[in-house]
C-alpha cells in the first residue's frame, strides 16, 4: 500500500496512470491542504522538503509527478502474473522503448512549467503583462508544433499502443488545448494532436480521474476559452478547472478534518489520537461524550508526570464521541431532524496551563477566517455575561477580546446554562465563549443566536478551565489555567460545504448510497423532515440507519457489543432501532445492517484505522445481533399494530379526550418477549399518535431498568472519603514545593528511609500536619516502595514506622506522580509533618502479587496461543490470593484447551524462564513485533518492557525477530517474579461468561495452587474407588456426597471436569442398574401376580389382594395387574407392595367391568383401602394407583380392600 499527497494536475496524471496501470487500489489518497499539511510538523517529520505530491514508500518518499508514475508503472510490472502478461504496460521493460518513453517525459518536465505559467498569468495568480503572455503562447505553440510533427506518423508517442508518455503529456496539455485554444485552432492547425486528444479521451481511467475537464459540451465551446488578460466580468475558471483547490470540492470532510490538525499542528500542538469511545478507564461515562475525555486526568491534577499525557501543554485532535445514554443521550432525535446523531466527531484543541483565552480566541478566528475563509460578518461571538445568584462576574476579559475582531452587535453575552461549562456536579470547570454561524447571511442574525434555530449555529465552543467546582459547591480558581476547545466536525463541514444539514455532506451521502443499494427504499434520500415532507418517514429511515451504523461500527471497534447491560444494552437499543426502520419502512431484507459496514469503513478508516482492522468481527457481531431480533422483529410490530388499532378504536368509541395510550404491561411484553426496546415502542407509538405508560412499564419490569451509568469504584475501601484531585496535587506541588514521589524502590525488596512529606485527612480531605491513632489519612512520603493501585494490580500494604509511632498502610493510590499511602496510625501517639520514617512493605504478600501477576502474562501468551492471535486483554485483577483475566471470545474455552493452557503454563514455570524487564522509549517499545498491549490503555514514555525468557535488550536489538512471538512481552509497570520457577504451580480454577464476547478465567498460583491441586487429586482419587461400590444404593449415596463435594471444593477447573466425567459415568452406571433391577421387578411381579390370579380364580374366587415386594416399582405393579387380568379379565386386583427404607406403601388396582357396575370402583378402592394408611389415589374406573406413607399399617389396608372387595362382588 502507498500514500499519496497530491492535488491537481499532479494527481489527475499519477491516478489515470495508476488506473491503467491497475495499481490504484493499492493507493491511498491522503487529504491535503496546500500550505498546511504540507508545513505540518508530523508531514516534514516524514517528508523534510514538505513537496507535494508526494508518495510514501517503504523507506522513503518520491517527489515530483513523473517520478512517481514511472515508479508505480514500474511496481505494476512486477505484479503481473501469466494471465496478463500479455497486457501492453505502460512503462515497458524494453530498454529502447523505456529510453524513449523517458524522453517524453522530460520533455513534459519542461512542458509543465511552461504550461503553469500560462496557467499563472492567465487565472491572476502571478502577475504579467501582455508581452509576457503572448510569448507563452509562442512557446506553447512551439511545443504543440513538435507533438503535431510526431503525431502525423503515429496514434500514439511511443509506439503503437499507449505508453506512460501519452498518459502524462495528455494530463499536462488538456487545459491548455481544450480551453486556451480556440476549436477551429486547434482543428485546422493542430488536426494530429486533435485526434490523439479525441483517442485518449475515450480511455476509461482518463475520464475516470479528470472527467470535469472532459465535458464535451465546455470542449466544444468557445465560450470556455481563456486568454490573458481575463475579460472584465469572466468568472475566474480556476473554481470549476482545480474544484479540490479553488472550487466546491475544497473542503470535503476529509479536507476540512486535515486543514484543522494541520492548522494547530502549525500552532505549536500535539496530535493525540482519538482516545477509545469505550471509556476503559473512566467508570463514570458509559462512552466518550467530549473530546476532553482522555485529558481529565490533566484537568483532575492526576496525570502521570512521566507519561505523554503528563507532558502535554498543547494538543490537537478528532476525538470519537457517542451520545447515546446517560447524562447526555441524542438518541430519541436522531433522524427526527438535521442535525442530531448519537456519533460524531469533536474536532479539538487544548492548552495545559500553556497559552489562554487571547490566544485560544485568535488562534479560532485566524482558521475560520483566513483558512476555512468564513465571512466574519455571519458570525457572532458569545461571552459568559456572569451570575448574581452564583457570585460570578462576567467574562470581561473575553469580550474585551472578541470586541478588537468583531463589532459590538455581534459580541452577545449569556448565563450560566450557555456560556458557563461544568464537568459534572463537582470538578474543574469555567466560563466559555462560543462562535455562532449565520447559515443564511446578509442580515442581522443577532436574535437567533442560541435559540435552537437551525439556521444559526454553534460551531466552536472555547471553554477557559479556570475554577474547581467543590462538593460544596464553592468555586476555588484552580493553581493552572486551561483551554478546552470543540467544533463539531459534521456541523462545520456541512457549513463549508454551504449545505443546511450535516446529512447532506459527503460524510454522509456515500452512506445514503449504499443503504438505497441494498434495500428497497421507494426513492434516495431527499433531506425532507416532519409529517409534511417526509409522511412516509422514508428520510428519516435513512438518517436513522446511516447514524447508527457509524455509531456500531465506530463502538465495536473499540472493544463494546450490543448487550443486555449498561452501555451494551445502549448498543443493542441503537442496532434494533436501525434494524426496524431498515425493515419496515425501506422494505429491506434481513441481514441488511451488517452489509452497511464495508462503506463505514471505507468512508471513516482512513481517520480511524481501527475499522478496516476490526472489520471482519463487527460485521459478525452486527449480523449475529441483527439476525437475533429478526427472529422477532416481524411478530413483534405485529403484535404492537394489533393493540395499536385496539387502542385507537376503543378511544374513538369512548369519544375520550385524553391521549390514547399503549399501557405498561404491553410495552413491557413487546420489551420482555419481542426484544423491543422502550423507546423504540414510544417511537412507534408516536407514528401511530399514541402515548406509552412508562410508570406502568416500569412498574411492570422493575427488576429489569436499564442501567444507564456504571457505578463508582472502590466503594467502602480504605480511605473512601479521600480524595486525590487537582486541588490535593496542586498543593502539594505548588504550595508544598515537592517533587514527585520517588517510587522507583517498587520494584527493589529492601525497605525505604524517608520522610513524612504531607498528611491528607479524610474528615476534611484537607491537609494537617498531624495524624492521631485510629484517624484514616493519607501519608505522601518523599520516596516509597509502595506499589500503588493501578494496571489491574492492587497496592502493596504495609507499615511507615517513625519514632514514635507505626502506621498501618491499608492502600496506596497514585495521582500526578504522587503516591498517597492509605491507612491509619496502629501504634503510637501521632504520625508528623517532617517525621523521618521507614517505609516497609508486606514483601510475603507482595510475592504472591508477584506470582500472580507473572503468571497473568503467561496466561495472556497461552491463550494467543491456543485460542486466537485476535484475543485481547478485557480486564484483569491481580491480588495475593488469585488472578483473574477477562478476554474477548465468542463461547466457551473446551475442557481440552483449558487443559492445554494450563499445561504449558506449568510447563514455563518448570523450565524457570528469567524474568526480563527493562525501561525503553514508547516508540522503541511499539516497534518490538509480538509485544502486547492493553487496548486503550494510555503508556507513559519511556515505558517499561516486561519480557518471559527472552532479555529486553535482545528484543530491541532485533525488534522484529520472528521468534518473539514465542515470548510473553508485555507493557507493563507492575511486580514481577525474578524467575518462573518462584510460582511453582498454576491451576485454572474457572472458566466463564461475565459479558457478550468476552470471558473470564481465574487461577491461582504457588501455594494457593498447590493446595488446591492436591485437594483435586485426593478428589479425584476417592472418585477412582466409586468402581468397587456394586450396590445401586450405596453407589447413589457416595455419587451424592462427591458431587457435593466438588461443587463447593476450591480444585483445579481441569480436574474438576475429569471428577465430573467419572462421576457422571458411575449416574449412568446406576441408571443402568435400575433397568435391570426394574426388569427383575417385572419379571417377579408379574409371575407371582398371575399365578395367584388363577389359582384364586380356579377356586371360584372373583377377586383377590396380593402383596409383591418391589419396592415403590409402579411400573412393575402396571405390568402384573395388566398381565393377571389379560389372564382372567373378569378377575379384580389389587397388588401392594412397599419401601422399608423410604417408610412408604404403594398400590395398583385393576377392576373388570362387570366389577365396576356392580359398585367396584378402581379409584374408591384404591382411596378407602390406602386411606388406612394415611396416603390416597386415583385414576379410571377400571384402572387406579395411590401410595401412602403408614408401612406400619400395610396389612390393615390390604384388610380394608378385602372387605371393600367382598361388599360389593
Known amino acids: 500500500m502507498y500514500d499519496l499527497y497530491a492535488l491537481g494536475p499532479p494527481l489527475y496524471k499519477i491516478k489515470a496512470a495508476s488506473l491503467v496501470a491497475g495499481i490504484w487500489d493499492s493507493i491511498t489518497e491522503k487529504p491535503v491542504v496546500l500550505g498546511l499539511t504540507n508545513a505540518a ?28 508514475c514511472r515508479y508505480l508503472c514500474n511496481e505494476a510490472l512486477s505484479a503481473l502474473t501469466a494471465a496478463t502478461a500479455s497486457t501492453r504496460p505502460l512503462y515497458p521493460r524494453d530498454p529502447t522503448t523505456r529510453a524513449l518513453v523517458d524522453c517524453w517525459l522530460d520533455l513534459d518536465c519542461e512542458l509543465f512549467l511552461t504550461v503553469k505559467d500560462v496557467f499563472d498569468l492567465t487565472l491572476g495568480f502571478k502577475k504579467g503583462d501582455k508581452r509576457e503572455g503572448v510569448e507563452l503562447t509562442k512557446k506553447m505553440t512551439d511545443y504543440l508544433r513538435a507533438l503535431e510533427n510526431k503525431l502525423s506518423s503515429s496514434t500514439y508517442l511511443v509506439g503503437d499502443s499507449m505508453t506512460l508518455a501519452d498518459v502524462v503529456l495528455f494530463v499536462d496539455l488538456s487545459i491548455y488545448f481544450f480551453y486556451m485554444l480556440k476549436s477551429k485552432d486547434r482543428q485546422k492547425k493542430f488536426p494530429c494532436v486533435s485526434r490523439w486528444f479525441a483517442t485518449l479521451s475515450q480511455v476509461p481511467a482518463m475520464r475516470e480521474s479528470l472527467g470535469h475537464l472532459l465535458d464535451q459540451a465546455k470542449m466544444d465551446s468557445d465560450d470556455f476559452v481563456y486568454s490573458y488578460p481575463l475579460g472584465e466580468g469572466v468568472e475566474n475558471p480556476a473554481r470549476w478547472m482545480f474544484p479540490e483547490i479553488f472550487g466546491d470540492q475544497k473542503w470535503t470532510a476529509a479536507r476540512t478534518r486535515q486543514a484543522f490538525l494541520d492548522f494547530f499542528e502549525l500552532k505549536g500542538h500535539t496530535f493525540v489520537r482519538s482516545s477509545p469511545v ?154 466559555c465563549t462560543e462562535l455562532h454561524f449565520d447559515r443564511v447571511g446578509g442580515r442581522d442574525a443577532s436574535s437567533l443566536v442560541n435559540m435552537d434555530d437551525p439556521e444559526v449555529i454553534e460551531i466552536w465552543n472555547l471553554v477557559f478551565i479556570q475554577f474547581n467546582r467543590e462538593p460544596s459547591g464553592e468555586l476555588k480558581t484552580l493553581p493552572n ?49 416532519g409529517q409534511k415532507e417526509d409522511p412516509d418517514n422514508v428520510d428519516m429511515a435513512y438518517r436513522v440507519i446511516a447514524d447508527h451504523i457509524r455509531t456500531l461500527c465506530i463502538s465495536i471497534a473499540d472493544g463494546a457489543r450490543p448487550g443486555n447491560e449498561g452501555r451494551e444494552y445502549v448498543l443493542r437499543r441503537v442496532l434494533r432501532r436501525a434494524v426496524r426502520y431498515g425493515r419496515e419502512v425501506l422494505k429491506a431484507k434481513e441481514g441488511f445492517f451488517s452489509k452497511l459496514v464495508p462503506v463505514v469503513v471505507r468512508v471513516m478508516s482512513d481517520v480511524f484505522p481501527e475499522l478496516a482492522t476490526h472489520q471482519g468481527k463487527i460485521t459478525e457481531i452486527i449480523a449475529e445481533e441483527e439476525t437475533s431480533f429478526g427472529r422477532t422483529l416481524t411478530k413483534g410490530i405485529e403484535r404492537f399494530k394489533k393493540a395499536s388499532k385496539q387502542i385507537l378504536a376503543a378511544h374513538k368509541v369512548s369519544k375520550a379526550g ?38 406502568g412499564f416500569k412498574e411492570a419490569m422493575s427488576a429489569a431498568k436499564e442501567k444507564s451509568r456504571a457505578g463508582g469504584k472502590n466503594k467502602g475501601a480504605a480511605g473512601a472519603g479521600l480524595r486525590f484531585e487537582a486541588e490535593q496535587t496542586a498543593h502539594l506541588r505548588d504550595t508544598l514545593k515537592l517533587a514527585a514521589t520517588v517510587d522507583a524502590h517498587k520494584f527493589s525488596k529492601a525497605d525505604v528511609k524517608s520522610e513524612v512529606c504531607a498528611i491528607l485527612s479524610s474528615g476534611s480531605n484537607s491537609f494537617v500536619d498531624q495524624a492521631a491513632a485510629g484517624e484514616v489519612v493519607a501519608l505522601v512520603v518523599g520516596a516509597t516502595s509502595y506499589y500503588a493501585e493501578m494496571g489491574g494490580q492492587v497496592a502493596d500494604t504495609g507499615t511507615i514506622e517513625t519514632s514514635g509511632a507505626t502506621f498501618a498502610v491499608e492502600d496506596a493510590k497514585i495521582a500526578a506522580g504522587y503516591v498517597f499511602h492509605v ?60 488472578l483473574r483475566f477477562d478476554f474477548n471470545n465468542n463461547k ?130 476417592k472418585a477412582g474407588k466409586l468402581d468397587g461400590v ?111 427404607k423410604k417408610k412408604k406403601v404403594m398400590a395398583y388396582a385393576g377392576v373388570s367391568q362387570d366389577a365396576v357396575d356392580k359398585g367396584l370402583a378402581a379409584p374408591t378402592w384404591i382411596k378407602e383401602s390406602l386411606a388406612v394408611c394415611g396416603g390416597k389415589g386415583g385414576g379410571k374406573p377400571n384402572r387406579a394407583q395411590g401410595q401412602g406413607p403408614g408401612i406400619d399399617k400395610l396389612g390393615e389396608a390390604m384388610k380394608k380392600a378385602e372387605e371393600l372387595a367382598a361388599s360389593k362382588l
Open 892 to 1021: 466457551p474455552v473446551d475442557a481440552k484447551r483449558l487443559g492445554e493452557i494450563e499445561k504449558d503454563i506449568q510447563g514455563d514455570i518448570d523450565r524457570a524462564l528469567q524474568v526480563y524487564y527493562k525501561e525503553v522509549s514508547l516508540g522503541d517499545g511499539k516497534a518490538i513485533h509480538g509485544l502486547r498491549a492493553v487496548f486503550g490503555e494510555t503508556y507513559p514514555d519511556p515505558v517499561r518492557v516486561v519480557s518471559i525468557g527472552k532479555p529486553v535488550d535482545d528484543l530491541l536489538k532485533d525488534p522484529k525477530a520472528s521468534d518473539n512471538y514465542g515470548y510473553s512481552i508485555e507493557f507493563c509497570g507492575g511486580t514481577h517474579l525474578d524467575n518462573t520457577k518462584e510460582a511453582a504451580a498454576f491451576a485454572i480454577l474457572s472458566e466463564e461468561g461475565v459479558a457478550k464476547g468476552v470471558r473470564r478465567i481465574a487461577a491461582a498460583t504457588g501455594e494457593i495452587a498447590q493446595a488446591a491441586i492436591k485437594r483435586g487429586s485426593d478428589l479425584k482419587a
Open 278 to 431: 469505550v471509556p476503559h478507564d473512566d467508570p463514570t461515562l458509559l462512552f466518550a461524550n467530549a473530546g476532553m475525555n482522555q485529558f481529565k486526568p490533566i484537568f483532575m491534577g492526576k496525570a502521570d508526570p512521566n507519561s505523554p499525557l503528563g507532558k502535554l501543554r498543547r494538543a490537537t485532535n478528532t476525538q470519537k464521541c457517542i451520545r447515546a445514554g446517560g447524562k447526555h443521550n441524542d438518541l430519541d432525535d436522531v433522524g427526527k431532524d438535521t442535525y442530531h446523531h448519537t456519533f460524531f466527531e469533536m474536532l479539538g484543541n487544548w492548552s495545559f496551563g500553556d497559552f489562554f483565552k487571547v490566544e485560544a480566541i485568535n488562534f479560532a478566528w485566524e482558521l475560520l477566517t483566513k483558512v476555512y475563509k468564513l465571512p466574519a460578518d455571519r458570525m457572532y461571538a458569545t461571552y459568559f455575561g456572569g451570575s448574581k445568584e452564583q457570585g460570578l462576574a462576567p467574562d470581561n476579559e473575553a469580550r474585551d477580546i472578541w470586541l478588537k475582531i468583531l463589532p459590538e452587535s455581534q459580541v452577545m453575552p449569556f448565563g450560566t446554562k450557555d456560556n458557563f461549562w461544568e464537568m459534572g456536579d463537582t470538578g474543574p470547570c469555567g466560563p
Open 658 to 695: 385524553d391521549k390514547p395510550m399503549l399501557s405498561g404491561q404491553e410495552s413491557f411484553v413487546l420489551w420482555d418477549t419481542f426484544g423491543f426496546p422502550v423507546d423504540l415502542t414510544e417511537l412507534m407509538a408516536e407514528e401511530y399518535g399514541i402515548g406509552v405508560d412508562m410508570e
Open 1030 to 1140: 456394586k450396590d445401586a444404593t450405596a453407589l447413589q449415596q457416595e455419587l451424592n456426597k462427591l458431587k457435593a463435594e466438588v461443587d463447593k471444593v476450591v480444585i483445579p477447573l481441569t480436574t474438576k471436569n475429569e471428577i465430573r466425567d467419572v462421576l457422571a459415568k458411575h449416574s449412568k452406571k446406576i441408571v443402568e442398574l435400575g433397568k435391570k433391577a426394574a426388569a427383575g421387578n417385572k419379571k417377579k411381579a408379574v409371575a407371582e401376580a398371575v399365578e395367584s390370579v388363577k389359582k384364586a380364580a380356579g377356586e371360584g374366587e372373583t377377586s383377590c389382594v396380593l402383596q409383591i415386594d418391589v419396592g415403590l416399582d409402579s411400573k412393575a405393579l402396571l405390568e402384573a395387574v395388566e398381565a393377571s387380568l389379560k389372564a382372567e379379565p373378569a378377575f379384580s386386583l389389587m397388588v401392594f407392595s412397599s419401601d422399608d
Open 481 to 529: 489555567k486551561h483551554v478546552d476547545t470543540g467544533m463539531g466536525f459534521e456541523r462545520i463541514v456541512s457549513v463549508l460545504q454551504n449545505k443546511m444539514s450535516n446529512y447532506d455532506t459527503d460524510v454522509f451521502v456515500p452512506i445514503f448510497d449504499e443503504i438505497q443499494a441494498l434495500t428497497e427504499a421507494p426513492r434516495e434520500y431527499r433531506g425532507g423532515v
Open 41 to 68: 510538523p508530523s508531514f516534514l517529520e516524514r517528508n523534510p522538503r514538505g513537496q507535494v505530491p508526494t508518495l510514501e514508500v517503504e523507506g522513503g518518499s518520491i517527489f515530483e509527478s513523473n517520478a512517481i
Open 823 to 882: 491507612g491509619k496510625v496502629a501504634k503510637g501517639a501521632s504520625v508528623k509533618v517532617g517525621d523521618s520514617c521507614t517505609v516497609r512493605v508486606d514483601y510475603d504478600r507482595r510475592h504472591k502479587i508477584a506470582n500472580n501477576h507473572t503468571c497473568t502474562h503467561l496466561l495472556n501468551l497461552a491463550l494467543r496461543n491456543h485460542i486466537s492471535e485476535d484475543v485481547q486483554q478485557k480486564g484483569s485483577l491481580v491480588d495475593d490470593e488469585k
